[in-house]
């Protein structure tokens, strides 16, 4: 081949086998795409080149044709995720749940039990779709719980597309071929995993789970929040899916009429997880009296709503809230009242040409899924919420005896990603969101350039969206008396820094041993938070031996611990923006 024609071929083949590899095509295409492109290297000199330059131009087109069938043919299979990484791990003995028995695997290094897809309630197809969960039925023998079940009903991306973004926001994907597969996704997705110290063990803190995702995405697999870390530290951990965007949070009258309810079945699956965990856990070696929910980003939206909703009481004793609340008057994000659900949820129906529920229920899955970014709010609806978590907390109506949450150093970072401030829109954007108030937000935070204008943006955006909401709840639950510890997240790495979700990685002690993205102080970080929310599910108060004291908040709320590059009490850098936000909730 001639120069030309070399820097053609391995272009072509660079970008495909670049492709293979982050779509995670199987085996067979591999093997399909090295024989194309030893055949195309033998053949073109001694076949290809006496062809005319149309010949030629046919055969190149042939290349990449051939590459477009290898890559559909070896499309990544829908495959279970398995619930440890060890192959051929050893089996646990069996467990009996009020179900049915079931049998879990051991992880590697043969410390924590891992039991994946236990049943909590029927799968909401069909008829119970947009209706509260119901017990799964009974089974008989040992059900194998080896793999997770499927993630709940959302649009999922192409696997190149979470490859890419695995490479471009967190910095850490890692060339595999045992990843070739694609994750499995369902309305058949309510289901609870439990991770538990290996051996005979009693009496156990428990901490159950609940992932983020905007109430849009996720999945309870994901190893930053992985229950391995703490229950190598003796906890016995829970998470579950629950209904996602439309299925989980769409609210229409007919549902009202029906079951007098709307709006907010993910809630309820929720709590129909902590029953289970209420009735079972004992047998998987925790204390069912000693429950402390968690939850990250939209995660941290449901325990607050499950810390005023009159059907969690009793269900756990003690939260944990990360990067999230409902605490302010007016919640900037995933909520919404129940006037709003029921227009939103009308002119959806009208949107599919439905008039009953019965056909909106009757439409494919896969028809409605796109709606989760429609119905992703979590709803006042006058059952799960009879109020405002604002008003309710503040009559002083809540079910957790004590609180720890926070937030992080730059929230923003992956919101406003494509929409960054310079000079020359910076106060445009100010003015936009703040209004007559604009002066005061400029006067605290001047910019003479562009990044000064930039960071300016990052930290209002994030006190907005995030750190206010976590000042309103610290002010709330102190000024009853209730023990609060409030932190800041600030820690920067190789990874995530402290972007929205940073911190995860860190508070369930999953930074793998060999990556070269977090040092040793990230490591020292990561064992500190882990055991100050460990000892916080123990025993409600997050201070432990060997551990830099955590003060309890005030109802001033103006300072928290800081995990950053020392972990210490520093002052909440957003308190006088929060004066401002303060008096837009009165407005």
């Known amino acids: ?63 990449l044709a051939l590459i477009g069938i290898i890559i559909a043919v070896s499309w990544p299979p829908v495959k279970a995720v398995p619930a440890v990484s060890a192959k051929n791990p050893a089996v646990t003995d069996p467990v009996m749940t009020q179900y049915g028995a079931v049998s879990g695997v051991v992880n590697a290094e043969g410390t924590v039990e891992v039991f994946a897809g236990i049943p909590y309630a029927a799968p909401p197809v069909g008829d119970l779709r947009w209706k509260a969960p119901q017990d799964p039925e009974k089974w008989e023998g040992v059900r194998a719980c080896d793999e997770f079940a499927p993630m709940s009903m959302q649009s999922v991306n192409l696997p190149a597309y979470n490859s890419l973004a695995q490479i471009i926001g967190y910095h850490d994907y890692k060339v595999s071929l045992s990843d070739n597969y694609r994750e499995p996704v369902s309305e058949d997705s309510l289901y609870v995993n439990v991770w538990k110290p290996a051996g005979d063990v009693s009496g156990r803190p428990v901490i159950v789970y609940i992932h983020g995702g905007s109430l849009q995405t996720g999945q309870p697999w994901y190893n930053d929040y992985s229950g391995e870390g703490f229950a190598r530290n003796g906890a016995v951990v829970v998470n579950m899916g629950y209904r996602l965007g439309v299925f989980g949070f769409l609210a229409t009258e007919e549902m009202m009429e029906e079951g007098g309810t709307a709006g907010n079945f993910g809630l309820l699956d929720q709590i129909k997880a902590l029953e289970w965990v209420r009735d079972n856990i004992a047998a998987f070696g925790g204390d069912p009296e000693n429950v402390t929910i968690v939850g990250e980003s939209a995660g941290a939206v449901c325990v607050d709503a499950l810390c005023v909703s009159p059907l969690a009481k009793g269900l756990f004793k003690r939260a944990i809230l990360e990067s999230s609340t409902l605490a302010a008057e007016n919640p900037p994000h995933s909520y919404r009242l129940f006037e709003e659900a029921l227009a939103s949820g009308k002119k959806l129906m ?22 989760m ?215």
């Open 1 to 63: 081949m001639k120069v030309g024609s070399w820097i053609l071929f391995i272009l072509f083949t660079l970008l495909a086998g670049a492709f293979l590899e982050l779509n995670r095509q199987t085996l067979l295409g591999w093997g399909l795409f090295l024989a194309l492109a030893v055949c195309f290297v033998m053949l073109y000199g001694k076949v290809f080149a006496r062809f005319p330059w149309y010949g030629k131009c046919g055969v190149w087109l042939g290349y």
């Open 350 to 371: 009208e949107r599919y040409g439905c008039s009953t529920l019965s056909e909106l229920r009757a439409l494919p899955a896969e028809k409605i899924v796109a709606e």
């Open 373 to 587: 970014n429609t119905q992703h709010h979590v709803t006042i609806d006058g059952y799960v919420l009879p109020d405002t978590p604002y008003a309710l907390r503040s009559a002083g109506q809540h079910n957790e005896e004590a609180l720890l949450h926070g937030f992080n150093g730059e929230e923003a970072g992956p919101f406003i990603m494509f929409s960054r401030a310079n000079l020359k829109n910076y106060e445009q954007k100010v003015r936009a969101y703040f209004g007559d108030l604009a002066d005061d937000v400029l006067a605290l935070y001047p910019a003479a350039t562009d990044e000064e204008a930039d960071a300016a943006w990052q930290a209002i955006y994030g006190a907005v969206f995030f750190d206010y909401s976590h000042y309103c709840l610290t002010r709330l639950a102190a000024a009853e008396g209730e023990p609060v510890y409030e932190y800041r997240f600030t820690k920067e790495n190789g990874r995530l820094s402290s972007w929205h979700s940073g911190e995860m990685i860190y508070v369930f002690g999953m930074i793998p041993e060999g990556s070269k993205l977090f040092t040793a102080r990230d490591r020292e970080l990561s064992a500190q938070m882990n055991a100050y929310w460990l000892n916080f599910a123990a025993t409600g108060d997050p201070n432990g031996e060997g551990l830099p004291e955590f003060p309890a908040a005030t109802a001033a709320a103006d300072t928290v611990l800081e995990f950053g590059e020392e972990t210490k009490v520093s002052a909440d850098p957003g308190i006088a923006l929060y004066g401002i936000l303060d008096k837009m909730q009165k407005k």
